[in-house]
């Protein structure tokens, strides 16, 4: 009876897994699992209820009516296995075990992976799990503990900080520059090779935007390269590509090296901010505190990437 009632407990991890977030290798993922060990779990779990909780088809899983009662309830008995496992985590002192982050791939990349070393030599006894995405996770029921996200916030539910604010910059190659010349108002950039950002998401280019007096005007360039990564994007400018727009963050390594140079400065925009979330029962985990101590080293006031644009 202990394997079954286990087996069955497993299957309901994997079941929510999956219905959160809409796909077995999703919750595969999320669980650091296989695919087909999600999907073997729930279907044992559908021949042991004798229930069909999926209607399924080659691209999507969709909830039957049976499966969405079983998920709301499944939803409930994870968060309370969660509740104990925080209150246990609470009275320990001493951070360790498995620290999850979420964050986008670029300030994953360009920020939290090079200050991890660092935060694990302080913390010997605490693992990072670092998932770097651009989709919008489901912090509560993929059990992440933190996570840095860019732009608008709309869960309420979450605890907050602000960690710093997100600028963008116009960039070019000293070599380019002395090319082309180097234009002193976004007007000018019609009369320039533009490099320019596709989302991958919507397909969409960037929008650039400069602070023009008091508005912010959004420009969308003739690109003469357009690509849908951030970092080729920069490779491309440091190769004498054009002139782009950018996260300082991911500029700055160019810059210090001598490969691109900021622009247009006097127009750079505070787009958004960058923030840290993390859930409510969350608040006393040792964990988590000490994580958001030391994002508080990695976004100091005047981040030295911003410096670069401000003091440019």
Same mark, same amino acid.
């Given at each position: ?19 959160s977030l809409g796909s077995y290798t999703a919750a595969a993922k999320s669980l650091s699992i296989s695919p087909s060990a999600v999907s073997k779990s729930v279907r044992r779990l ?14 999507? %899983? ?7 009662? %079983? ?11 969660? =509740? ?15 620290? #999850? +982050? ?24 605490? /693992?990072? $799990? ?7 996770? $489901? ?27 997100? #600028? ?22 019609? /009369?320039? =090779? ?19 007096? /008091? ?15 951030? $970092? ?12 782009? +727009? ?13 490969? %691109? ?8 925009? =505070? ?34 990437? $911003? ?6």
């Amino acid at each position: 009876m202990e394997q079954i009632a286990l087996e069955r407990l497993t299957g309901v991890i994997a079941f929510a897994r999956a219905a959160s977030l809409g796909s077995y290798t999703a919750a595969a993922k999320s669980l650091s699992i296989s695919p087909s060990a999600v999907s073997k779990s729930v279907r044992r779990l559908e021949l042991q209820l004798g229930l069909s909780l999926f209607t399924r088809t080659t691209r999507s %899983l969709t909830l039957t009516s049976e499966g969405a009662d %079983l998920y709301e309830r499944a939803l409930l008995l994870l968060r309370q296995a969660e =509740e104990i496992e925080q209150h246990a985590l609470a009275v320990r002192a001493e951070p360790s075990g498995t620290l #999850r +982050v979420t964050a986008p791939l670029p300030i994953g990349t360009n920020l939290l992976a090079p200050a991890i070393p660092g935060f694990r030599e302080r913390f010997p006894k605490l /693992e990072i $799990d670092l998932r770097l995405d651009d989709r919008r996770t $489901d912090i509560v029921d993929e059990g992440i503990d933190v996570a840095i996200r860019v732009g608008d916030l709309v869960d309420s539910q979450l605890l907050s900080r602000k960690l710093a604010p997100h #600028r963008l910059c116009a960039f070019a190659s000293p070599s380019y520059l002395k090319r082309r010349g180097t234009p002193t108002h976004p007007d000018e950039l019609s /009369e320039h =090779e533009c490099v320019n950002f596709r989302f991958q998401s919507s397909g969409q280019p960037s929008r650039w935007p400069f602070q023009v007096g /008091e508005r912010v005007v959004e420009v969308i360039p003739r690109a003469a390269v357009t690509v849908d990564s951030g $970092d080729a994007v920069l490779a491309i400018l440091a190769a004498g590509g054009g002139i782009g +727009v950018a996260p300082p963050y991911i500029a700055a390594q160019y810059v210090r090296q001598g490969k %691109l140079i900021p622009i247009l400065t006097r127009f750079a925009v =505070e787009r958004s901010s960058i923030t840290a979330l993390w859930p409510e029962n969350r608040r006393g985990n040792p964990n988590v505190r000490a994580f958001l101590d030391y994002l508080d080293e990695i976004f100091p006031k005047l981040p030295p990437w $911003d410096e670069l644009v401000v003091n440019a």
